[in-house]
């Protein structure tokens, strides 16, 4: 049974950091694509960052977010800085298997998913 557990939110103010963690079992973690997602109030869930053999990120976090993994620990991060009021949302980590079709960026291409975190920006 994979399970994915997020934590690390929480409430800051503009321009903070703060990191994500998803810990990661019931999977081969070292093979699985993973990737972070995020959902506002009222707006639908947005790709926000993944990794494969490469990172890849939405326009809207590059350059203040990074994603990156640990293959020993099964765990998965994001470090975000330079925080916006914008980027309050519900942080969830997803996952998906080595040679599963569709695209990095897309919800559908994730059949596991974790309950999610909350951060909160202030301005």
């Known amino acids: 049974q994979v399970q994915l557990v997020e934590s690390g939110g929480g409430l800051v103010q503009a321009g903070d950091s703060l990191r994500l963690s998803c810990a990661a079992s019931?999977?081969?973690?070292?093979?699985?694509?993973m990737a972070w997602f995020r959902q506002a109030p009222g707006k639908e869930r947005e790709f926000v960052a993944a990794i494969t053999q490469s990172t890849y990120y939405a326009d809207s976090v590059k350059g203040r977010f990074t994603i990156s993994r640990d293959n020993a620990k099964n765990t998965l991060y994001l470090q975000m800085n330079s925080l916006k009021p914008e980027d309050t949302a519900v942080y969830y980590c997803?996952?998906?298997?080595?040679?599963?079709?569709?695209?990095?960026?897309?919800?559908?291409?994730?059949?596991?998913w974790g309950q999610g975190t909350q951060v909160t920006v202030s301005s």
């Open positions: 997803a996952a998906r298997n080595p040679y599963s079709s569709g695209y990095y960026y897309s919800i559908t291409s994730y059949p596991y």
């Open positions: 019931g999977l081969t973690f070292t093979n699985t694509r």
